[in-house]
């Protein structure tokens, strides 16, 4: 990545931090609203875990379309990055839920969406660990890459419509949040973002490299 | 590719033929050891009993009951269902399917097979466990029809699975680990769905779960003949 971009993204998410605790008032309506600015992370890092999960299933269809090991190296780099964020998400939802809702963990359509994530990466890095012939890991893991992404569309598209949810999914679209949030969330979504890109391309720079290496 | 090459021919023979035939082998295969039908029924029947034994006489409500009825039918069918592939890789006889049959007619031969091995053991689990569990028969048609759609969708991810992991090592582990992420919708709304007909709630009470479950059914059934191609080819 170019120094620009590096070190935009350094000063960035310094400031997305700056601002998430000292740009801001406390959010008014929340249980604890000192406590709500912790969705300027829980939310990036869940959006961060989706965005590892599509990128991973992306380079699956590429595998199984251009059989470049590549692409299968990308997907699990990919896979990867997406379990790292899904985990802060699962940490940092539940701390909220605890603040906010007084459990840590109630079993809302957006806390099983995330489950079922963490689970998904589990069963592919576990698939992974399990084939030795490359190609074969590759064809394998790059299908039910494929095929995970199903049960997640019903869990994040359907599952909220049939069963009540906790989580306010329409005050970011209806323009619930203050101007003032507002700005600092959509921030701190790109600064988070920015910094995926840049693990991301490293982390794919060192397995090309590693590819060249073996063949 | 000799797939794409010879599916002019085989469609003029039929793809029900075909899918048939593969089903029929199995079958026979099944009949002649019975190997998951005994495993998925022992399996079945001593989870039922370990369950009933440890809650003692008491009656469970509603949700309860039939959380724990799709927790034995999900150990149940992962612990035989994965055998229609498994068979395949240790008889050697993989090879000489890919040769005689079309990818998407194995899929859904294997398919057909496990989801009649399912039904068989919801036939036989079902009665005894609500007996067992001294659960009010509620509403029989619709948990009938939950029972039903649930397992067409749990046949439908199960035997991709199965094609998934038959050539991994330690894939018996395996197979639960990478069936139950796929199957947390269909067992969220078959829970839903079963505790409605224990408390005997109409048919379209359940519109939402049953509607859930068809489409289910036919998105990873779709998206498996998609895919089976280049599962089956490795």
């Known amino acids: 990545m170019p120094l620009f971009w590096k070190l935009?993204?350094?000063?960035?998410?310094?400031?997305?931090?700056?601002?998430?605790?000292?740009?801001?008032?406390?959010?008014?309506?929340?249980?604890?609203?000192?406590?709500?600015?912790?969705?300027?992370?829980?939310?990036?890092?869940?959006?961060?875990?989706?965005?590892?999960?599509?990128?991973?299933?992306?380079?699956?269809?590429?595998?199984?379309?251009?059989?470049?090991?590549?692409?299968d190296r990308c997907s699990a780099v990919?896979?990867?990055?997406?379990?790292?964020?899904c985990l802060l998400a699962t940490v940092t939802g539940a701390i909220f839920a605890h603040v906010q809702w007084g459990a840590a963990w109630n079993w809302d359509p957006r806390e099983t969406s995330i489950v079922a994530l963490l689970l998904i990466y589990g069963a592919y890095f576990a698939l992974r660990s399990a084939i030795?012939?490359?190609?074969?890991?590759?064809?394998?893991?790059?299908?039910?890459?494929?095929?995970?992404?199903?049960?997640?569309?019903?869990?994040?598209?359907?599952l909220p419509r049939v069963v009540d949810s906790l989580h306010p999914s329409d005050t970011v679209q209806s323009g619930g949040m203050s101007p003032s949030y507002r700005l600092v969330f959509f921030a701190a979504l790109f600064g988070f973002t920015l910094l995926f890109v840049w693990i991301y391309r490293l982390r794919v720079?060192?397995?090309r490299l590693a590819l060249r290496r073996e063949g | 590719m000799t797939t794409k090459s010879c599916s002019s021919a085989t469609a003029s023979s039929g793809w029900v033929g075909e899918a048939g035939a593969v089903f029929w082998k199995d079958l026979r295969a099944e009949l002649r050891s019975r190997y998951a039908l005994n495993?998925?029924?022992?399996?079945?029947?001593?989870?039922?009993?370990?369950?009933?034994?440890?809650?003692?006489?008491?009656?469970?409500?509603?949700?309860?009951?039939?959380?724990?009825?799709?927790?034995?039918?999900?150990?149940?069918?992962?612990?035989?269902?994965?055998?229609?592939?498994l068979r395949?890789?240790?008889?050697?006889?993989?090879?000489?399917?890919?040769?005689?049959?079309?990818?998407?007619?194995?899929?859904?031969?294997?398919?057909?097979?496990?989801?009649?091995?399912?039904?068989?053991?919801?036939?036989?689990?079902?009665?005894?466990?609500?007996?067992?569990?001294?659960?009010?028969?509620?509403?029989?048609?619709?948990?009938?029809?939950?029972?039903?759609?649930?397992?067409?969708?749990?046949?439908g991810a199960t035997t991709i699975v199965a094609a998934l992991i038959a050539k991994a090592a330690a894939r018996g582990a395996l197979f639960g680990g990478l069936a139950f992420p796929l199957l947390l919708p269909l067992l969220l709304a078959a829970v839903s769905g079963t505790r409605r007909a224990l408390e005997g709630a109409s048919c379209a009470a359940a519109g939402a779960e049953l509607r859930l479950l068809v489409s289910f059914a036919v998105v990873m059934i779709t998206a498996s003949i998609l895919l089976f191609e280049y599962v089956w080819s490795e």
């Open chain 1, 8 to 71: 935009l993204c350094g000063v960035w998410v310094a400031g997305v931090i700056v601002a998430a605790f000292l740009g801001v008032g406390p959010a008014v309506g929340f249980r604890a609203p000192e406590a709500a600015r912790i969705l300027f992370f829980h939310v990036p890092t869940a959006w961060l875990a989706v965005l590892g999960f599509v990128l991973s299933m992306l380079h699956g269809i590429h595998y199984l379309h251009r059989r470049q090991l590549e692409h």
């Open chain 1, 78 to 85: 990919a896979a990867e990055l997406g379990f790292l964020f």
């Open chain 1, 132 to 158: 030795d012939d490359e190609e074969r890991r590759a064809a394998l893991s790059a299908s039910y890459a494929i095929l995970a992404v199903l049960p997640m569309l019903f869990l994040i598209f359907v």
């Open chain 1, 205 to 207: 720079g060192v397995e």
């Open chain 2, 39 to 85: 495993a998925m029924a022992i399996f079945a029947v001593t989870t039922l009993v370990v369950v009933s034994f440890s809650l003692g006489p008491q009656a469970l409500p509603p949700p309860a009951v039939a959380a724990l009825l799709w927790v034995v039918l999900f150990f149940a069918a992962i612990a035989s269902l994965s055998r229609v592939f």
């Open chain 2, 88 to 155: 395949e890789e240790e008889a050697h006889t993989a090879a000489a399917l890919r040769l005689a049959a079309e990818p998407v007619h194995v899929y859904l031969g294997k398919l057909l097979f496990n989801l009649v091995l399912l039904l068989a053991l919801d036939v036989l689990l079902v009665p005894l466990f609500l007996a067992l569990m001294q659960a009010r028969s509620g509403n029989l048609w619709l948990l009938a029809l939950v029972l039903l759609l649930g397992s067409v969708g749990l046949a």
